[in-house]
DNA sequence: ACGAAACTTTGCACAGCCTGCAAGATCGCC
DNA sequence: GGCGATCTTGCAGGCTGTGCAAAGTTTCGT
């Protein structure tokens, strides 16, 4: 037995992986973005991407998969940057500055990002898988979360945090499509967090005790 | 031209619809907690349930409409009784009030939805359907609250706020199945509403300001 | 009671999604 | 060049979901 470990990066082969596996997905993206899902077929995001349909599910576990990219990896690196946040800091502002780094990473591919929440948006069959991709990946944040404030299994908290986090993040990624990117994501998320943190008072009622002038 | 209007309840037409679709429903819920998700054929659902299996689709779109139950129907009650809270009462209290009757519905059905939960829960892929089913009524519930708070349609709270409150109702519910319903539905919904409108605290640090000694 | 009209169930054909499996092509390394 | 590992592809097949038309059932008027 060998064991030897494939180049991550430089091999031809490796190359070729990642070539066809963003053939596929911006060919799906894009074929969606214009036909709508159910008038795209598996068969045609491959023979847009030149490979067999096969092949395509050796990619992608399903046609949803190819759109909603992997938000698994995310997730993942998600939870290891808010493992890195110092435990004095509040589990909310924990979790925003563990988020902050993430948008970095969106931004990054901005393009890319904001053509896949339009396609989400459009189709809102899409907008359970976001969900979903995030579900296992939302336990293991729960874990940390409970850990963290440190309650017990049977508390509420650390999923209801998580949940509603979540809810927020995407809510305000949906509305950076929605702009066409006009805004930052950063600051998107920011507002979202800053009036979940407020308790989500209605707009235009800044303060429940008004003695001091809002900022 | 007959027009006539067909009686809603009291037909024999009818009540046979109504028994075959909760004969698929439950067929569909019990076996697949028995069973799992993927092991379970919606050719065995409808032979459980004595129809055929295109009689199934006739009644359901899928087969996981089958297990949410029907989500559309609660939602759109739902937003009725949001509708229906004064004005001057902020957003996430009327949302609280509105859901607080849902909540009863649901506690009327309590085996069936204590048990469609535990399905929810233990087949993640469904948890998504729960949001779908929801996403239409999710748009006119931001309507509704955009008209309660008088913001423009560019604003993100009305979005925020519906999709927050939406996740933490699930989790609520999700906890409620997770303890067999120990407690009471409505206890574990205004325990998270509560958490919300503090801001998602830490719990162990109950104020913001810690000129007090915390208890 | 009879029959027409409306509705429901069912079987059938079919498209699409997705999964094993095995054969063939390609790449990495000696 | 040649061997092993990996990737691609075709094929067979099961399951979901839909359209259509035939057959069965309920409703209603006469």
Request: aromatic share 4%.
């Amino acid at each position: 037995m060998t064991l030897d470990r494939p180049p991550a990066d430089g091999g031809l082969r490796d190359r070729k992986k990642r070539r066809t596996r963003t053939a596929l997905a911006t060919a799906a993206l894009r074929l969606v973005a214009e036909h709508g899902l159910d008038q795209v077929t598996v068969e045609e995001i491959s023979a847009a991407a030149d490979v067999s349909s096969r092949t395509f599910f050796n990619y992608f576990p399903s046609k949803d998969d190819a759109l909603v990219g992997d938000q698994a990896a995310l997730n993942a690196r998600f939870v290891a940057r808010l493992a890195e946040v110092p435990p004095e800091v509040p589990a909310l502002a924990a979790i925003r500055a563990a988020l902050g780094e993430v948008v970095e990473e969106l931004q990054e591919d901005r393009e890319l990002w904001l053509l896949r929440m339009d396609v989400v948006m459009r189709n809102p069959a899409l907008l359970p898988r976001l969900v979903a991709a995030g579900a296992e990946a939302e336990r293991a944040m729960t874990d940390v979360v409970a850990a963290r404030v440190g309650v017990p299994a049977d508390h509420g908290f650390p999923a209801l945090l998580t949940t509603v986090t979540g809810a927020a993040f995407r809510a305000a990624a949906l509305r950076w499509a929605a702009t066409a990117g006009a805004r930052s994501l950063a600051d998107l998320v920011d507002q979202a967090f800053d009036t979940l943190a407020a308790g989500l008072p209605d707009p235009g009622t800044p303060e429940p005790h008004p003695s001091r002038t809002p900022s």
